[in-house]
Structures are given as C-alpha cells and as structure tokens.
C-alpha cells in the first residue's frame, strides 16, 4: 500500500542519516535506492558551501579564529596576548569589533560616525595593525553590528524604529534600533564598511 511505501523511505532516510552522522564508522547498514541518491547530494551541497565560505588567502585553507574587542586589539598589553596566541597556537584568523549594539564605532576615519560623534578612539593605529596581522598571514575580519543602533537611533530618530506614538521604540533591554527599511540606516553602515576595507580589513 502507498502508506507502507511511505514508512520504508521514510525508515531508508532515517538510516541514512544515521550513516551520515556516524561517518565511516558507523555500525548502521549501508542505504541503498533514493536515500542514497539524497544523502549524496546533501553531502556534495555542504561540501560546496563550506568551500566557498573560506578565505580563499588562508593555506592550508581552514578558520581556527579568535573574537576581539576593539579595546582588547586597541591596547598594548592586549596586544601583546594576542601575538601569544598567534605564535603559540593554530589560529590565523582575527575578528574585531569595529562597531557595537550601542552603536559605537571603534576605527577612524569614517565620516558619519565622526560627523554625529559615536566615533570612540579605541584603535587609532588600526590600519598599521591590520598590516601587520596580514604580514604574519593571519586573515582579518570586521564584525558590525548593523541596526541594533542605541547611540545613533536617538542622535537622528528620524532613521529609527519608532513606537505607535512616534517616538523611538526600544526593546525590552532598553535599546533603540535603525529601522531597517530607511536607506540613511543603509548609507551609514555601509560607509562604515567600506572604511574598513580601506584600513585593510579582508572580510
């Protein structure tokens, strides 16, 4: 019957999957017909997905990363761990945050942000920095926050999200965000962006 049918692929994919997870070690009888067909395809499709999302500079070509303040990659003794980690451990890949949920924006040079003043000092040498973590082949990337704009949602409200009564919305944390669908939010995080291209960074 058709609803038998449906319960042997339905088991066929369910073992599988299970082939899948447990690898090449797996105790689970090998899968034949349909399922076989399908779990191929997810494995080619993840593989391809995977290989596009690394840094195509990175040799051997793998992310073993670490997640860094602009305050922490900003400061000396920051610094200094850092470059510990760097020579001690596997890791070539360094992100910082260059802008937060709070809205401010830690590398100079971009207009907006000094212009409104949510630019704060943190890393003003951040493009010798970045030169130099390239030196040592270590792949650079810039984290920002992009609506999430407590600072910059209340310094030009225009560009927030507002509540039913016209004033800037808040979420239960008490934070303010751009609203998403107002393209100076757009302008204004894209500039950011585009700056830290040009202080170096790669991703």
Not at 61 to 75: D, E, K, Q
Not at 189 to 196: E, L, T
Request: hydrophobic share 40%; proline share 5%; charged share 20%.
């Amino acid at each position: 019957t058709i609803l038998n049918k449906l319960f042997c692929f339905a088991w066929m994919f369910i073992v599988g999957f299970a082939a899948l997870v447990n690898a090449e070690n797996s105790a689970v009888l090998p899968v034949t017909g349909p399922a076989t067909k399908l779990i191929n395809t997810i494995k080619q499709k993840t593989t391809e997905e995977i290989q596009l999302q690394q840094p195509v500079s990175l040799k051997p070509p793998f992310v073993r990363g670490i997640h860094l303040t602009s305050w922490m990659a900003g400061s000396k003794k920051g610094r200094a761990y850092i470059d510990t980690l760097l020579n001690e451990t596997e890791i070539n890949t360094v992100v910082i945050d260059i802008k937060e949920y709070l809205g401010e924006v830690y590398i100079p040079g971009a207009k907006q942000p000094e212009e409104y003043k949510t630019y704060v000092n943190a890393m003003p040498d951040c493009a010798e920095y970045i030169k130099n973590l390239k030196k040592r082949n270590i792949y650079t990337i810039a984290r920002i926050v992009v609506f999430k704009d407590d600072l910059l949602a209340k310094r030009k409200p225009e560009w927030a999200v507002l509540n039913s009564t016209g004033g800037v919305w808040q979420d239960r944390a008490g934070n303010s965000w751009l609203d998403p669908y107002n393209k100076n939010s757009w302008n204004y995080n894209i500039g950011i962006a585009k700056r830290a291209v040009e202080l170096g960074f790669q991703g």
